[in-house]
């Protein structure tokens, strides 16, 4: 091989691609213990006779995401429970959990992929979501809105008031629409009285033919 000259080495060198560090952001499915079981087999009893091996393969040590998820929205489900039997309330049946898990799974995505504009989409929609079902419970029942709140460290941030910019042209089309608007309740109204003249004649004619 011939040897480069200290210009095509530099050029070289320069065109080498940049090695960006991966961000090393913490996740929240980490407070999960490994050594918990996956959420299929959690409450079995023959778990308890089993061996070690079998419950590490079992456990959340070898489980993907989804698996972790389960759990974890077990886990806060549990916590807005009224009580054990509890499987019917708005609050548990709201899917404020796996929204609450699922916009925060998003959140970590696009800290390392802030160009996804798909996932940021997705993520804007359950969080418009989530905002609308908090909203009504909100209305419903205000002290379980706020326990669902603490329980699952959300923070409710009502929907900003809708403030149109007034122009001539807005102002103009909103006057003509009022006018047809009214001139619409005229023909209604007269036609009512139409139908009400001619039940009134009827009802007449009926009770004169009566005596």
Not at 10 to 15: E, L, P, T
Not at 25 to 36: C, E, F, G, N, V
Not at 55 to 64: F, G, H, I, Y
Request: glycine residues 2%; aromatic residues 6%; positive net charge.
């Amino acid at each position: 091989h011939a040897v480069c000259s200290p210009v095509l080495q530099a050029a070289r060198g320069y065109a080498r691609p940049v090695t960006r560090k991966r961000k090393d952001i913490p996740s929240h499915l980490d407070d999960l213990p490994p050594t918990l079981l996956k959420k299929d087999y959690a409450n079995l009893p023959i778990m308890n006779r089993v061996d070690d091996v079998v419950k590490r393969l079992l456990s959340l040590e070898m489980a993907s995401q989804k698996e972790k998820m389960k759990v974890k929205t077990q886990q806060l489900v549990e916590k807005v429970r009224r009580s054990p039997n509890d499987n019917g309330s708005f609050e548990v049946q709201g899917k404020f959990q796996k929204g609450r898990i699922l916009i925060r799974t998003l959140e970590e995505h696009l800290q390392r992929h802030p160009k996804d504009k798909s996932n940021r989409r997705c993520m804007l929609l359950d969080l418009d979501r989530r905002r609308r079902m908090l909203g009504y419970l909100r209305r419903v029942n205000y002290s379980t809105f706020e326990n669902t709140c603490k329980q699952l460290d959300i923070k409710y941030s009502p929907p900003q008031p809708y403030i149109r910019r007034v122009t001539k042209r807005w102002l103009v089309k909103k006057a003509f629409c009022i006018k047809v608007f009214q001139e619409k309740q005229k023909l209604k109204a007269a036609e009512r009285l139409k139908q009400r003249r001619g039940w009134q004649v009827r009802a007449r004619a009926a009770q004169a033919r009566q005596e």
